[in-house]
């Protein structure tokens, strides 16, 4: 039990000032404007701007090691598939150890950026060759690093088992993704137990690694479960042409068929679609998480959000290849994209990108919280307001200020369950984040 | 005189470890590496990456106030000239000591991002109403603003004196713009004397904004000058429309036929280009000042960068509408933005986007800059490398990493002439930069 005194927050519905938090057992039990009132004196003030907690619905923590690996001209063979092949390559030369090293530090760099709850894309699963691990020991290492850095994590296992739609034997590091069957992938996930700081969650890779039986299975888990299931979604146009050959429908049409689509499902990227996708995705109330940074890393393109929403699709992000771990930047970008291709300004508020990254992200991810409100999970994090980057006239367009102009740099608390991880910008249980991604990402390069 | 031992240092060409760094009068007057020897004592050292001081190509310092002032959902009507009107309205309220203030304060702020020299394009001459004041004062406040934040100035004056093609008189804020007529737009220029912090330079405000023999007088003054000469080239498909209905001519085609075009110019966006254009551009060694952060929030569109290199532009970046004031956010968007409209990746290395931060700015800017040299100006700034958004693995990929990944947040020390001007990521002068800005923008809100 704990209590907090937030001088300003924003709670998903309004900004309120001086507001009293108390916490019992992980759970906000009581909220309180206090107006002029005294506080209590074992309230813990938080200054600045309180949110809700960041919700980074789709994650692949140890893509973290690529980020300024893999920029430099490539000639004219540099698009997403070159990029892949060095993902691969790094895929292929992690071990339990450094899975676990690497993870942990990159789920901390997201504490300090505000981020409370991540959903990690699981597909590294096996031991080179494709032999499975003794035991889940990679799941285990992101619980365990996950838990180190203080965020809830909801383990997106993914299934993937064929390298796409022509079939055939995966080969290399892809061999390390396969279960082999769909079935063996489900006792797999359900082999280890879920705990309060750890939401199971399902996963179909794509449609591209996956056939239609195996589809069926993993949503059937999922729904068995009441877990949270996510898709890789045209991210590539690619993807887009070869399922139409494999199966005359688009990626998600064919989703659609197999009653993948619906309010808890979650759709990643969402990018290369048609009218009829959109309208689909949007009549299913299927959620769609958009990874700005990474889908502008990778050259994707640009995901038509303003349709999706105006669809019914609830708006999510993800920090993705984590080339960049802020939320506030997916935020905007979702935005300020669309601008770059439609010469047009001003289609989402900021409070309903904020949502994204907040409430509509818990949903994704299969928390309760999101919000500041009674009965949620008690997970916050404060802003510091007269930065450089937020300064401005006290309350007038502060939400847009903060959506348009937040960095990482500006967090100063987060609260996780009522219990602070990060205080003054400083991650209380693990120090200097920095040294610890130096260490991690030199020890990779030695063998 | 002063000397530094530079822990880790890119030059402009290479990485170096232990330089020494002695500067006289401003400029550096020897550069030595040191090897295993014994650096002396007198020498401050700089530890992370040092890097030649960032040059902001292009800014308007009082946009600072429209920060998250803009962005809410405008209807159908969201768009560039949308924007503008809502600009209108703030400069209809700046006097000689709310524009120093406000501009005191973007400068310092650009200070902290790792700024050395910024080049204002500055346009708002004359009092409401648009009589002269008794002397340079808008000027004056922008000199003296830059001053106190430490960042040496390029004063580009721009000539601005019809509302467009069309002709007829400007009206409401706008009257503040016009001198009535180019040569007493020169005469003004020349009121006012240059000093070692600042270089006097013209811009043309854009084809749109001048008559051709005013667009001639400008750039002859220039030339006399020997001066930098800047203009507003094709941020908008509808300045193209118009040029085009009205000369018979592209606004690149209208400049190179008014011989403005050539190596001291500097076209500023260079967005909405034909072919012919690019070429023009690349023959005459234009300049190209890309604006990232601004072109993507007002919805202009994306800078044909990589064929604009190739033609022969250097390519240099700007803040602009400081809507953020990030140089490592501009420097990446030149190619990240190119990835979201082609699909490609990897078309800019990032020594060359550095390369525009620092010595292409520093040319178009007229100083003599942007590289460790011996006989450049003392201009540098040093960046902490083990901070969460740096970490990685030693000096591997480190310049790809500074350009993808780096924030204001990772500057530590910067040196314009020799002079430390911030120190541990604080302005030694002006002391919190946050709370100067809350204050001027908190003060522009009561009237």
Redesign the interface.
Known sequence: MASFLLELAWTGERLQRRLLLEEVAGTIAHLEPLGAGPAPAEAAVVSGLTLPGLNNVHSHAFHRAL???T??????D???W??RAEMYRLAGRLEPTSYFQLAR?AF??MA??GITAVGEFHYLHHQVGGQPYPGPAMEEALVAAAAEAGVRLTLLDSCYLRPGFQGGPLEGPAMRFSDRDAMAWARRVDSFPEHPGLRRAAAIHSVRALDQAAIGIVAGWAREHSAPLHVHLSEQ?AENLDCTAATGMTPTALLHSLQVLGPTTTAIHAIHLSPDDVRLLGETSTAVCVCPTT????????CPAAALAAAGSPLCLGSDSN???DLFEEARAV???Q????????????TSLLRAATSAGAAALGWNAGELAVGRLADFVSL???????????E???I??????A???DIREVVVGGRPIVSGGRHLRLG???????QV??D??TP
């Not at 920029?71 to 004219?76: C, D, H, L, R, T």
């Not at 047009?344 to 900021?350: D, I, K, L, P």
Request: no cysteine; charged share 30%.
């Open positions: 980020r300024g690996r920029e430099e001209p490539a000639g004219a540099g698009d997403f070159s990029w530090a901390a760099e300090l950026a146009l889908e502008r890393d990778l050259g994707d393109g640009v080339s960049m771990v935005e300020l994209d601008r770059l291709v439609t010469h047009r300004r001003g289609v989402h508020s900021a510091e307001l007269e930065t450089p980057r937020l300064a401005g006239p006290g007038r367009d502060l847009s200020r903060v959506i348009y102009g960095a990482p740099s200097a984040v920095g040294s610890l991604l130096t990402l030199s990779l390069e």
